[in-house]
């Protein structure tokens, strides 16, 4: 079952979604909910502009854009697939799954995979429909295709993995089951030559080839008096900064982990329900609230905070040149100074709110908005 509103719970805003058995008591009305901060003018202190957009159906899902040898692949409600260009936006390939998509999109430049609705994993060869295969639960995450191989991570954190040119099934790790899990995009990601996933609150590295479990490390303790203030998966997407992987942990903590020897670097208690931006010096991210804040990344030291983008519905955040860049509830996408968290810069999409969290490749900035449009910025 999917609860997307929580009145209790108010930080839990209308971006959530719970998967389990949820009591009634989570449903009702988010009448109540804050006013978005209103924006303040921005004079322009870097310079960017739209260099194409492509419209797909509507993004109801968490849309994962990937890029792979100067194609960014990307995919719509209905089902839709595509592999476009990143320089021009021109369509390289187009597919379609057959159904409408619950996650996407994984590729690896060659194969490209989704996961639909009614629980197939739909594997592309370069456009072509290469196999399928039906899935034991519901998935979320879009699928990591890595070394001739597609990972795939439930909402339940099980992961498994299939021969990406034949679609065998070559191995499954099943977590216990928790009562309530998250109806959000989780953690998996390579590492060397690991498979890093979210389980839970913990951090884990999985042996690749037969799914064994290596080490794991909890980058948050749930606390709170029922199931739903208990709950602290990992969010996706992760981001690795050389032997660092850092994360959040929902509505409890962001932190990093020193994935080439298993430890947790730092972990610091802020709710949240979105994806953190990091690179070798800071990492940011905002809380439930929408209030900004940096830490050092190898430290956990705090920056700055910023509140004025609070209830503004945030995305996740990437880190880019001298600025953070998230997007907002209507399709606004902000620049603000990595080091104080000043605006810099305001772009418009097409009015509809951000869904994914925005992607870099090389000078390229990409997002994704509700209503299926597809953008390319030039940061200058």
Same mark, same amino acid.
């Given at each position: 079952?999917?609860?997307?509103?929580?009145?209790?719970?108010?930080?839990?805003?209308?971006?959530?979604?719970?998967?389990?058995?949820?009591?009634?008591?989570?449903?009702?009305?988010?009448? @109540?909910?804050?006013?978005?901060?209103?924006?303040?003018?921005?004079?322009?202190?870097?310079?960017?502009?739209?260099?194409?957009?492509?419209?797909?159906?509507?993004?109801?899902?968490?849309?994962?854009?990937?890029?792979?040898?100067?194609?960014?692949?990307?995919?719509?409600?209905?089902?839709?697939?595509?592999?476009?260009?990143?320089?021009?936006?021109?369509?390289?390939?187009?597919?379609?799954?057959?159904?409408?998509?619950?996650?996407?999109?994984?590729?690896?430049?060659?194969?490209?995979?989704?996961?639909?609705?009614?629980?197939?994993?739909?594997?592309?060869?370069?456009?072509?429909?290469?196999?399928?295969?039906?899935?034991?639960?519901?998935?979320?995450?879009?699928?990591?295709?890595?070394?001739?191989?597609?990972?795939?991570?439930?909402?339940?954190?099980?992961?498994?993995?299939?021969?990406?040119? @034949?679609?065998?099934?070559?191995?499954?790790?099943?977590?216990?089951?928790?009562?309530?899990?998250?109806?959000?995009?989780?953690?998996?990601?390579?590492?060397?030559?690991?498979?890093?996933?979210?389980?839970?609150?913990?951090?884990?590295?999985?042996?690749?080839?037969?799914?064994?479990?290596?080490?794991?490390?909890?980058?948050?303790?749930?606390?709170?008096?029922?199931?739903?203030?208990?709950?602290? @998966?990992?969010?996706?997407?992760?981001?690795?900064?050389?032997?660092?992987?850092?994360?959040?942990?929902?509505?409890?903590?962001?932190?990093?982990?020193?994935?080439?020897?298993?430890?947790?670097?730092?972990?610091?208690?802020?709710?949240?329900?979105?994806?953190?931006?990091?690179?070798?010096?800071?990492?940011?991210?905002?809380?439930?609230?929408?209030?900004?804040?940096?830490?050092?990344?190898?430290?956990?030291?705090?920056?700055?905070?910023?509140?004025?983008?609070?209830?503004?519905?945030?995305?996740?955040?990437?880190?880019?040149?001298?600025?953070?860049?998230?997007?907002?509830?209507?399709?606004?996408?902000?620049?603000?100074?990595?080091?104080?968290?000043?605006?810099?810069?305001?772009?418009?999409? @097409?009015?509809?709110?951000?869904?994914?969290?925005?992607?870099?490749?090389?000078?390229?900035?990409?997002?994704?908005?509700?209503?299926?449009?597809?953008?390319?910025?030039?940061?200058?």
């Amino acid at each position: 079952m999917i609860v997307e509103r929580a009145r209790g719970w108010r930080r839990l805003v209308a971006r959530l979604g719970l998967a389990g058995a949820l009591v009634a008591a989570l449903a009702g009305c988010a009448s @109540d909910k804050p006013k978005p901060a209103v924006l303040e003018p921005v004079a322009p202190q870097i310079a960017g502009r739209q260099i194409w957009n492509f419209k797909l159906p509507g993004i109801g899902f968490p849309l994962a854009m990937t890029v792979r040898e100067g194609r960014v692949y990307a995919a719509g409600d209905d089902g839709s697939v595509v592999a476009l260009d990143i320089g021009t936006g021109a369509v390289v390939w187009r597919a379609q799954a057959g159904a409408p998509l619950a996650a996407g999109v994984g590729s690896d430049g060659r194969h490209a995979a989704v996961v639909t609705r009614n629980n197939e994993l739909v594997v592309f060869d370069e456009g072509r429909l290469a196999w399928k295969s039906r899935l034991a639960g519901r998935v979320l995450t879009a699928p990591l295709v890595a070394g001739e191989r597609v990972f795939v991570l439930g909402v339940d954190r099980s992961v498994q993995a299939f021969d990406a040119l @034949d679609g065998r099934s070559l191995w499954a790790l099943q977590r216990p089951g928790d009562p309530l899990t998250l109806g959000q995009a989780g953690v998996i990601l390579p590492f060397g030559d690991t498979l890093v996933v979210g389980q839970g609150p913990r951090l884990a590295s999985v042996e690749p080839l037969r799914g064994s479990v290596r080490w794991e490390v909890a980058v948050a303790s749930p606390r709170g008096t029922n199931e739903v203030e208990r709950l602290a @998966d990992l969010i996706g997407p992760a981001v690795r900064v050389e032997s660092s992987v850092c994360v959040r942990a929902f509505q409890s903590s962001v932190g990093c982990v020193d994935a080439a020897r298993g430890v947790l670097r730092w972990s610091r208690n802020v709710g949240g329900t979105q994806a953190v931006g990091a690179d070798d010096e800071l990492l940011v991210a905002a809380d439930a609230s929408d209030r900004l804040s940096a830490w050092r990344q190898g430290t956990g030291q705090l920056v700055w905070t910023s509140e004025k983008f609070l209830f503004r519905q945030l995305s996740g955040i990437v880190l880019a040149g001298r600025a953070a860049v998230f997007g907002d509830l209507d399709g606004q996408l902000h620049f603000v100074d990595r080091q104080d968290g000043r605006p810099l810069l305001r772009l418009p999409t @097409d009015g509809s709110a951000i869904v994914s969290t925005p992607v870099l490749s090389g000078a390229t900035l990409l997002v994704a908005s509700r209503s299926g449009g597809v953008f390319a910025f030039r940061p200058e």
